[in-house]
């Protein structure tokens, strides 16, 4: 088993993926990297798990990488070991970008670095009152550009604000998190995790299909050139969701006023 992560059923069909490194705010040393990443691999073969909720254990989301392990920043390492363990910690965002389930981080505290990056790769973010954002690679001589962040951060904020955040470094709290759209939500934290686990719920209603395929047109039409590729790709995918059964049985349930039961076919 993991030492510093855990993947606990939080309610039926939905994975609550927690870092547990409280005493250091669940910042990632390199042997959790790849635990993180182990563990979403099982989840994208696991199809009873609908939705994922990334959480931290205490206190702290996630801090970042963890710079109090050894040559934590690569200085010293040689140059194709360092670039292959940037690559590494860096497939983080596209590991969970590229999850078929989506994810939610439920946001309970400090996300900087890595951290931060981690919750912008997330569909959704929950915060609750204590949640911090900052990137923070700046501040410690690195470009503020890493492990995604340059590319998601303009696309969640505005390419105005993510200038500012990513050339300071500054930090940001849950209420202005919330008015520039980097949260969706605050939540009380006491109710942080049942709040992220009625929205999962919510989400796992709709058909397993239906579900993969709009999460996968987001990320694609983001970037579309233009609306008529965007709408192409929209129309492939609305044509094969009519292939499927559950697909009929959606339609069956919203005629007949009841709920849907899906067989993920």
Known sequence: MPDTLTVDALRDGVALLTLRRPEKLNAMS???VQEILDALD???????????????EGRGFCSGIDIGQGDAV???????????????????????????QPVIAAVNGPASGGGMAMALACDVRLCSPQ???NAAFVRI??????IGVSHMLPRIVGLGMASELMLTGRQVDADEALRIGLANRICAADRLLDDAADLALEIAANSPFGIFMTKQVLQ???DATSLEAAIELENRTQILATRTEDMAEALAAFTQKRPASFTGR
């Open 30 to 32: 390199w042997e959790m």
């Open 42 to 56: 099982e989840i994208r073969r696991t199809p009873t798990t609908r939705v994922v909720v990334l959480t931290g």
């Open 74 to 100: 690569g200085t010293n390492g040689d140059l194709f070991s360092v670039y292959r363990r940037q690559e590494l910690v860096a497939s983080l965002a596209t590991t969970l970008r590229n999850l078929p």
């Open 131 to 133: 949640a911090r954002f």
């Open 141 to 146: 001589g690195l470009s503020g550009g890493d």
């Open 220 to 222: 694609r039409n983001v």
